[in-house]
């Protein structure tokens, strides 16, 4: 394998999928349709894609198969941020080695971690 190039999930509206990831979580956006949208993330790439013709509703189903994980530099305002677009946040934030993760879902319900380095799960609940 050469490198990664995109992580891609199913989505049933993306209308709605990109507004999640564009405005809710923040990611830049490089171009949208009903067909295909993509955003950076670091040297990565996240893309949507409509759900497939064979695919089965729910498109994701927490705990099971792959989690997207991301970085972000401050944990409790994702969190806040979150919370206030009423999405559904499992679990409390938890210690893994070098920091604390946060694991919640988008619209379909695919699965994301959001990770922060350097502090514990203790000193967000202070």
């Known amino acids: 394998m050469k490198g990664l190039h995109t992580i ?3 989505v049933s509206n993306m209308d709605r999928s990109v507004s999640f990831y564009k405005d809710t979580l923040g990611l830049k956006l490089e171009f949208a ?3 295909w ?4 993330v670091g ?3 996240i893309g949507l894609h409509p759900k497939l013709e064979s695919a089965v509703e729910p498109l994701g189903i927490y705990a099971k198969g792959w989690y997207l994980g991301l970085e972000t530099e401050d944990i409790r305002a994702l969190r806040k941020t979150l919370e206030e677009a009423d999405v559904t946040i499992h679990g409390d934030y938890h210690d893994v080695p070098g920091g604390v993760v ?3 879902v988008d619209p379909d319900g695919n699965t994301l971690e959001v990770f922060q380095s350097g502090i514990t799960a203790e000193s967000l609940r202070a």
């Open 43 to 45: 040297g990565s790439k």
């Open 37 to 40: 949208s993509q955003f950076s």
């Open 102 to 104: 946060l694991d919640f």
């Open 8 to 10: 891609w999930c199913q």
């Open 33 to 35: 349709s009903p067909y």
